[in-house]
């Protein structure tokens, strides 16, 4: 009888600490910041809403959700600083691209978004009560802090996996940027993508290059790797004498980075990869093995941005 009250007793208590985890009172409701317009590209629609309220669709759709706290908050603070700065430059008229709003949901081209509903499906309904909260609360905790340079709004640029060292900006945009530079990353080995593969017919290799009146002469040879930027990725390589830049070949055939070697087989270009996105910047898992290791959000900002400050704008 002891036993089974115990059991009850037990039994009650998860019972409460669930109810409270995912439906508990705290946390929930608007987080604030200043208004914001974002252009919803796949509804062609403008929604407005508070900037933090924003930043939790913006955290969904860039960045693991069961990170460490303090890469979250890492991750919350540079896309705050990327929302505002996008806000700053557009002030008058909007996004000459997006004129509807000063941000849209395209991750191409501003940052991506996700709405509740869209979170839900990602998720699942369970881990949604979680994760959104945890989301929310890493922008509560930093909010309205952004990182400055010099006193100006940075462009905080982040990838997902640098592969071992983060690149120079000015490999990958033509001005460089000094809190930009290349930094080592030795925690970002967890990622699901370091290493990548992907096998290429060879009548699409040749045809996507338009070098397929050279198919006949094509060998093991026919590829050459030019140039590498002083990270190790790939700056030039020349097909049959023809020649393209790593990203031009990144973008092609969709590799996870120009971080790659290649092996020529009887019928297929095999690209090998280390690390995925543009390697400028902060490194999400890098951040994510950071915070691991009880790195804060700030010190997390100040690896990968170098000589930047953090500023609370609200
Ligand atoms: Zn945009
Ligand atoms: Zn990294």
């Excluded at 252009?39 to 309220?53: G, H, I, R, S």
């Excluded at 979680?130 to 400055?148: C, F, P, S, W």
């Excluded at 030795?186 to 290059?209: M, S, T």
């Excluded at 951040?287 to 010190?299: D, P, Q, R, T």
């Amino acid at each position: 009888m002891k036993k089974f009250s115990l059991f009850l007793l037990f039994a009650f208590a998860l019972g409460v600490f669930l109810l409270l985890k995912y439906f508990g009172p705290w946390e929930s409701g608007s987080i604030g910041g200043p208004l914001i317009h974002v252009y919803l590209v796949a509804e062609n629609k403008t929604l407005q809403m508070p900037l933090e309220d924003y930043l939790v669709g913006v955290l969904a759709a860039e960045v693991p959700a069961r990170f460490e706290e303090e890469a979250l908050k890492a991750q919350a603070i540079a896309a705050r600083t990327y929302a505002l700065k996008k806000t700053e430059a557009f002030k008058d008229g909007g996004n000459p691209v997006h004129p509807q709003g000063e941000v849209c949901t395209n991750p191409g081209h501003c940052q991506g978004w996700l709405s509740s509903k869209e979170m839900k499906e990602k998720w699942g309904w369970l881990k949604y009560r979680e994760y959104e909260r945890k989301l929310q609360h890493a922008l509560r905790e930093t909010q309205g802090v952004v990182a400055k340079f010099q006193g100006r709004l940075i462009d905080p640029v982040y990838h997902s996996t640098c592969g071992g060292r983060t690149e120079n900006g000015d490999q990958v945009w033509t001005h460089s940027v000094p809190y930009l530079t290349s930094v080592s990353c030795l925690l970002d080995q967890e990622a699901p993508k370091y290493h990548g593969e992907i096998a290429v017919p060879l009548n699409d290799f040749l045809g996507r290059l338009d070098l397929n009146s050279n198919a006949k002469s094509f060998n093991a040879s026919s590829l050459r790797l030019l140039a590498k930027t002083e990270t190790g990725r790939v700056k030039s390589i020349s097909v049959l004498g023809k020649t393209f830049s790593g990203g031009e070949i990144r973008s092609k055939f969709g590799l996870n980075s120009t971080n790659f070697t290649w092996e020529v087989t009887k019928d297929a270009v095999v690209f090998h990869t280390t690390g995925y996105g543009h390697g400028v910047g902060l490194c999400q898992y890098g951040a994510n093995g950071m915070a691991k290791n009880g790195a804060k959000a700030e010190e997390i900002l100040q690896h990968y941005y170098q000589g930047i400050t953090l500023d609370k704008m609200y």
